[in-house]
């Protein structure tokens, strides 16, 4: 008897699904038909086609019309990307709303083949999502600029999870004809490589909403002499948390300003197809301490920021764009989220699970406009994620973002200080994401473990998923939270004359690098087929290193004894393994440039221990 179809492990779990006793054997021969809009629903039957050849070695032939053990079709009555799987003993009928619906109903029985042998559970699958927009955003600026051969892998990966949204963050990697200076160290994405993405998501039902920081986070600009005059503050200002010595945002009392974005937008857009365009604008902390001080004081910050913000948008509506921006600066001034252009999209973002969506997104709804709720993997400044808070944050979001009534769910996925983490420890946050922007209500309690084996890792000893959710729980052992960020990815990060904090004690440092001793030991029972399963194994056994190092690290530090030469000499070499290693990753998913940064503030660590 075949597995019910309830135990099957789908990825998003399905809405509503109604088992039934037996299973529909799968022929050596048979036909897949599109019973409706044929020339739409080619290529999703090719998808089957190529599945059953793959996962149960049958080869069957594509036709139109009546007929055929598997029938494909658009039918009315079913809800907006909605679908209907229903397998029986005569075969397997999909049917959907719309052809997104069809696409991610073909998607399910993908998953299906891929799991059961021969022999496909029988019942029906009625499922459609909870959010219209289900998106993940990329950080290609700190400092990682993938390959356009991993963005497609990786876009063909977010398709069959049912996302149809995707974000490239962009602050000075994309290569604008008149600012090569900008961007020559960094291997930018070209206008070519975004046509051919943009046509890549386009096939596969995911929408490329082009993305360019466009207030703040422009420092890599701003530090040039060409650019400085445009700078708030050309010679460094105050963070919330400290100073910078470095330009930060543009100017909004400066017309050059608007002048520069008019250029760039122009240059961009026209790569998209998609009619959005999320314009940045977040964080903008130095405004009112440079050239707008005295605007700023007449006016009030936020109605300096709010009045550049609306000339940002009459230059993103002159494309026939919609705008949407960060919605962090304007929450702080909330009488003024009422005076915001109607059309644009807010995007609520927050990255630590107690983050108040509900109260933002509450002021956005009450406000009449259109918000996504935006969380993040937890991936960044932490080496192998945070597991714990990755899913808080994510259901926290999930939760408040539909009783609030968001229209969107942006999955955030960052690269700050040297962007440490490999793809495969963003796979959790993006599966998560996945399930809980579907349909929170099945997906609450899913065993990403098994998910990840399963649709992320492909491996069949059902090891690397669990590995990967474990040790991204390694932060928890440490006995500290930082704000977005893990200790252990501090230990390395810091020079030796920081402080641990105190509750990063010694007897806590040796616990946390047993548990990492204890989730690791398993790995090399793994089995992970291709070059895809031995590249991941890689990236995880320098994730590990680094993980080890760290609390070595941190342990010498505690006991006072980072000066003694025995230590550091083995320190050294443990530095100089995972150096070499994260050099040669790097390059396997992505371009050159941003590598150096990168292996710069491992190479300080080891500058220390040589010295």
């Not at 909605?82 to 029986?88: H, K, M, Q, T, V």
Request: net charge positive.
């Amino acid at each position: 008897m075949p597995v019910s179809l309830k135990k099957m492990v789908l990825l998003p779990r399905p809405r509503r699904i109604t088992p039934r006793a037996g299973g529909l054997v799968l022929p050596a021969t048979g036909r897949i038909v599109c019973a409706t809009a044929a020339a739409q629903l080619l290529p999703l039957a090719l998808q089957v086609q190529g599945d059953l050849a793959q996962w149960q070695q049958v080869h069957w032939e594509l036709g139109a019309g009546p007929g055929g053990m598997v029938r494909i079709c658009l039918r009315p009555g079913l809800p907006a990307q909605g679908y209907r799987l229903d397998i029986s003993e005569k075969g397997v009928e999909l049917s959907a709303a719309d052809l997104a619906g069809a696409r991610y109903g073909v998607q399910t029985l993908r998953q299906l083949l891929r799991q059961c042998q021969g022999l496909l559970p029988l019942g029906r699958i009625d499922d459609y999502p909870d959010f219209a927009v289900r998106g993940v955003m990329l950080d290609v600026t700190r400092d990682k600029v993938p390959t356009l051969q991993t963005l497609c892998n990786l876009v063909d990966r977010l398709a069959e999870w049912k996302f149809n949204h995707l974000e490239l963050y962009t602050e000075h990697t994309f290569a604008y004809h008149n600012h090569r200076e900008v961007w020559s160290q960094a291997s930018p994405l070209t206008g070519q490589d975004i046509l051919h993405l943009d046509a890549h998501c386009r096939a596969r039902g995911v929408e490329l909403v082009p993305n360019q920081n466009s207030f703040g986070h422009l420092h890599r600009w701003l530090e040039l002499p060409r650019y400085r005059e445009l700078a708030e503050c050309p010679d460094g200002f105050d963070f919330p948390w400290g100073r910078s010595e470095e330009p930060f945002s543009l100017s909004p009392a400066h017309p050059g300003s608007l002048k520069l974005l008019r250029e760039l937008f122009a240059e961009l857009l026209p790569h998209f197809s998609s009619r959005k365009f999320n314009v940045g604008c977040d964080e903008t902390f130095d405004v009112g301490q440079g050239k707008s001080k005295a605007l700023c004081e007449k006016k009030g910050k936020g109605r300096v920021y709010l009045d550049f913000l609306k000339q940002i948008h009459k230059l993103v509506r002159a494309h026939g764009r919609t705008m949407h921006f960060w919605g962090d600066i304007i929450i702080e001034h909330p009488e003024l989220v009422k005076e915001l252009p109607r059309d644009v999209v807010v995007l609520e973002w927050g990255y630590e699970a107690y983050h108040p969506f509900a109260e933002h997104g509450a002021k956005f709804a009450e406000a009449g406009l259109p918000f996504y709720v935006c969380p993040g993997t937890s991936s960044w400044n932490s080496i192998a994620g945070r597991t714990r808070n990755c899913l808080g944050n994510l259901t926290n979001a999930a939760q408040h973002g539909l009783r609030n009534g968001a229209v969107g769910f942006l999955m955030t996925d960052w690269g700050d200080n040297g962007h440490w983490q490999y793809q495969p420890v963003s796979y959790l946050g993006f599966a998560a994401g996945a399930g809980l922007s579907w349909c929170r209500a099945t997906n609450e309690d899913a065993d990403w473990a098994a998910a990840l084996d399963l649709h992320a890792f492909g491996d069949r000893a059902g090891v690397m998923g669990r590995a990967a959710v474990a040790l991204g729980d390694a932060y928890l052992r440490t006995g500290h939270q930082p704000h977005n960020s893990s200790p252990l990815f501090h230990i390395i990060q810091r020079p030796a004359t920081q402080q641990l904090h105190r509750a990063v004690t010694e007897k806590r440092l040796a616990a946390t690098r047993e548990y990492i001793e204890a989730v690791a030991a398993p790995l090399a029972l793994a089995r992970m087929e291709g070059a895809e399963g031995a590249l991941v194994r890689d990236e995880y056994d320098n994730t590990v290193q680094m993980l080890r190092h760290a609390c070595e690290r941190g342990l010498a530090l505690r006991r006072g004894v980072l000066g003694r030469s025995a230590i550091k000499r083995r320190l050294a070499e443990d530095m100089r393994v995972i150096l070499g290693e994260h050099r040669r990753l790097w390059i396997a998913r992505n371009r050159e440039g941003g590598l150096q940064d990168s292996a710069r503030r491992l190479e300080m660590r080891l500058a220390e221990y040589t010295s």
